[in-house]
C-alpha cells in the first residue's frame, strides 16, 4: 500500500505512520510537497478545510499512490476569542475523498493578536518559546496544553477519524 502525505512536517507524517502502521505491514508512505493552494496561515474552517482537501487530492491525482492524506492547521474567530483548529482528508484513488476535523483550543490572547496583524502561528510560536520547530513537534496545542495534547497526537485522532469512516463505507458497500 502507497501512501502521499502531502507534508514534510515532523507531527504530521508521524500521526500517519502511528495510525496506518495498525494496519498494515507493507507501508511506503511518502512525503510530498503538495501545494494546499490556500493562505499560509488560513483563517476560517472553510479554508482550513480547502487546504486538507486539496494536499490530499493533489497526492493521489499527480502521484503514484493508493491513498493522499492531506493535514493543515489554521485558525478561526470564535464569540470566545481565536482557536487554533485543524483539518484532515483521506483521498482515496478512483472513489470518495474523506473529511476529519481535530481538537481546538483558544490561543492566548497575545498569540492572537499577532495573527490577527499577519503573521503566521509557526514562527509566532518559536518566537513567544524561544525555541525553534515547535510546529514539528509538540505544536501550539501542546505548549497551551500543558503537553496533554501534542500536534501529532492531535492529528493521529484525525487520521483514526479519516480512516475508521474509510472502513465503515467498505464494509457497508
Ligand atoms: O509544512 P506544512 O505541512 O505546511 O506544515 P505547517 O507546520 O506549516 O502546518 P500548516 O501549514 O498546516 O499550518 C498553518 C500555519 O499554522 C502554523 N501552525 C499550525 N498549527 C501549529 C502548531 O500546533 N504549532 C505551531 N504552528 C502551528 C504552521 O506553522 C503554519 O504557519
Ligand atoms: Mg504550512
Not at 501512501?3 to 504530521?12: E, L, P, Q, T, Y
Not at 491513498?67 to 484513488?93: M, Q, R, S, Y
Not at 503566521?120 to 503537553?147: K, S
Request: proline fraction near 3%; charge should be negative; include cysteine.
Amino acid at each position: 500500500m502507497r501512501i502521499g502525505v502531502g507534508s514534510r512536517n515532523k507531527a504530521k507524517l508521524k500521526a500517519v505512520e502511528t495510525v496506518l502502521q495498525t494496519l498494515e505491514n507493507k507501508l511506503d508512505i511518502v512525503a510530498i510537497d503538495a501545494p494546499s493552494d490556500v493562505s499560509s496561515m488560513p483563517f476560517s474552517d472553510e479554508e482550513t478545510m480547502k487546504g486538507a482537501l486539496n494536499r490530499a487530492e493533489f497526492c493521489v491525482h499527480q502521484h503514484d499512490v493508493d491513498f493522499g492524506v492531506g493535514l493543515e492547521g489554521g485558525v478561526t474567530e470564535t464569540p470566545a476569542g481565536l482557536f487554533i483548529i485543524n483539518w484532515g482528508a483521506l483521498a482515496v484513488k478512483d472513489q470518495a475523498t474523506f473529511v476529519a476535523g481535530g481538537a481546538r483550543i483558544k490561543l492566548p490572547e497575545e498569540i492572537a493578536k499577532r495573527l490577527r496583524s499577519g503573521e503566521e502561528l509557526g514562527p509566532v510560536m518559536d518566537d513567544f518559546c524561544h525555541r525553534e520547530n515547535i510546529r514539528h513537534g509538540e505544536g501550539a496545542i501542546g505548549v497551551f496544553t500543558n503537553g496533554m495534547i501534542t500536534r501529532d497526537q492531535m492529528f493521529t485522532h484525525i487520521m483514526k477519524l479519516l480512516v475508521g469512516q474509510y472502513q465503515y463505507q467498505l464494509s457497508n458497500i
